[in-house]
């Protein structure tokens, strides 16, 4: 098993929330083998199950944190499996650029922020877990170009120029849902049509974010309307599920589970942002369940009001 070791990142003691399991079996062999354990060293192995609260942002289900019962730390090393997703064409030798996307995974978890690469040979996108998706091939700085030229431009335009806050926010929508499908549901390896079939979903998240315009924050200040097609059931039923789970939703998500029957609603940018970050569910088909609209200025003092 690939895997990253994250020294002193766990408490020692645990964390209100987060729920361990021991870890026993043929296993452990492999495990003392990743953290260089000494014959002699006695480790405590213990595999993260589930963690509630912040703590959900900082760890993953599988972690494993490493006990040693020799030293008094109030820290323990976590191993982390590594679920980068990579695609490299056969021009190029993605051995040569390793070591910086090894610098950037460290600064992504160290900082605890996403990190973006933009070159002429490979891109990539890192989540704060070290999780990186990686495109090495020709021209590979202009890949998801719409949304990569908001953030690190290379047009001299762009360089001179501030790029409006909106179009920012844009695309880091975009690219941290893609992010997320290639992590998590997408399966095997990375293919070029893989490559230029995430164009379109790049481009149309960004453009469903743009739809909201200059706001931001939590306050409710943007539509949105349900598409009461029954198309968009499964996608509600898998947010509803989330819901029942106990995990993190937004307001909208609870409003449609206790009014099944919405047609529209208020919401602040923060749920639409997160609405938009689950298109690339398998449920969430052609246009998606939702559109945003703007209120109307004479509607404004009503929907700053509502609850």
């Known amino acids: 098993m690939e895997c990253m070791v994250l020294s002193q990142f766990f408490p020692s003691n645990g964390i209100d929330g987060v729920i361990e399991e021991p870890i026993y079996g043929p296993e452990i062999d492999d495990l003392r083998d990743a953290v260089d354990a000494q014959y002699s060293e006695e480790i405590f192995f213990h595999r993260l199950v589930k963690s509630k609260g912040r703590a959900n942002d900082w760890f993953l289900p599988g972690d494993v944190v490493c006990r040693r019962l020799s030293l008094d730390e109030e820290r323990s090393d976590v191993l982390r499996k590594l679920q980068d997703k990579i695609f490299v064409s056969s021009s190029y030798d993605w051995s040569l650029y390793e070591d910086e996307l090894e610098t950037m995974r460290t600064e992504a978890i160290e900082y605890h922020r996403w990190k973006i690469h933009r070159g002429d040979v490979w891109c990539a996108i890192i989540d704060p877990q070290g999780r990186a998706l990686v495109v090495v091939r020709t021209h590979a700085n202009t890949q998801w170009r719409k949304a990569m030229e908001q953030i690190v431009p290379r047009m001299v335009g ?144 009503a929907n700053h009001n509502w609850h």
């Open 158 to 301: 762009s360089k001179n120029a501030a790029t409006p806050h909106h179009r920012v926010s844009a695309a880091w929508c975009a690219l941290k849902a893609l992010h997320r499908f290639f992590i998590n549901e997408h399966k095997g390896t990375l293919s070029i049509s893989d490559v230029y079939e995430s164009e379109h979903f790049v481009r149309q998240v960004y453009n469903h974010r743009l739809d909201i315009g200059q706001f931001s924050g939590s306050g409710r200040i943007i539509k949105m309307y349900k598409y009461r097609n029954k198309l968009f059931d499964p996608f509600w039923q898998r947010c509803f599920d989330l819901l029942e789970s106990g995990e993190q939703v937004p307001f909208v998500v609870r409003h449609i589970y206790r009014h099944p029957c919405t047609r529209w609603v208020a919401i602040s940018v923060d749920d639409a942002e997160w609405l938009l970050s689950c298109s690339w569910w398998s449920e969430w088909k052609k246009f998606g369940p939702i559109r945003f609209d703007k209120f109307k200025k004479e509607a404004w003092d």
